[in-house]
């Protein structure tokens, strides 16, 4: 089963995304960090297959921990999930980035488990 | 399910991939001369005066060519001109995957319709405003996207109430705030009771109830709906070229004597009429 670390500094998103997660069967939740510095941490302990990541989070934001991420863990797929993927410049910034995809916010569970299952 | 833009629509549905629309964007940035970029190519002005120009936007808030106009290094008239150049000449992003050979064109046709369908629901209805408000259609725009993310997001039928203007909100259960920036100046305000709160959470969370849920978890989905609302309001904005940048929320506890509007700027209220006794309200504070 595919591993998969929540970012997002909303704690409801985080529980809906956990649940998306786990109730398929497919993928396992292996924990959720707050801010992009806690991302990065928790990839190297947790060693995800997938980041689920926001983009607009206090302290270090969505496209700051991506960048660092596609230099420190070439391995690891990354997918934004935010409100602000209908702006074309942050979509393309994601992109630009190293992001596999970006899911807008408000999501439905099959959107969010057809982009996971294409990486 | 939200606002997008074509290109994103396209990479989702899985009908073009995450290297084809990069190769786009990239061709589109080649072909799509940049305002200083068009005014140099037109003769109008050197690469000197466009560096001096950028300098000077460092320290103020004004778009590139208006402060041209307003240094006298172009005309109106010049400035009319390079913009109306950059339209005519603009390749959009289907043009541009057309060209790299990742859409034909009758594909790029259907997938525009596709796409059209797609983001029907968010066409904008009109919302009334008081007048002397700056970027009005920012606003009508952030009112409209509430009441459509409402219906999606919540499921609560509601009545929009007329928007007045205001000195002061009154206090209520939870106020959840989003601050934005760019082309605005505003602060992005929902309002809700106890038992409003809990429906807002109801939906959030799937649950059909939430009387187990900790009061920082019933809390946090109304600043998660906040931001689901003013992302989406970004992304239209950014649709009409105006930037909108958000700050993550949120939660305002005023006093009882409620909320004054800052100094500076205007105070709009658009009371939602949830349920018999139950009113949600958005409040805006626009920069004068």
New interface residues.
Partial sequence: MKKVLVVD?????A??LE?IISDSGEFTCVGHAKNGAEAIKMNHAEDPDIICMDM???GMDGLTALRSLSMLDKEVKVVMV????????K??EA??LGA?????????AD?VLK?LR?L | MAVKFFGQFLVEKGLVSREALLKAIELQEQKNLKFGEMAVALGYVTQDDITRAHRAQLSRDIKLGDLLVQIGILTLTQLNEIITRQKNNHLYIGEALVLIGALTNEQLQQHLDDFKADQAPYISDRVELPGGISNPDVWEMAADITYKMITRVLGLPFRAGKSQTITTVATNFVMAAMDLSGDVDARFIISVSQELQKSVAKAILSEASVDNEPPEVLEDTVMEFVNVVCGNIAAKASQTGKIVTINPPVTIRPDASGLAVPAGYTGLCFPILVSEGETMQLILFVRK
Avoid: W, Y
């Fill in positions: 500094d909303s704690l409801s998103v529980r809906q649940k607009n989070m206090p935010t409100s602000l993927g209908g702006v074309g410049d979509f393309t992109l630009k596999k995809n970006v899911i807008s916010k408000p999501f439905e959107d982009i294409a």
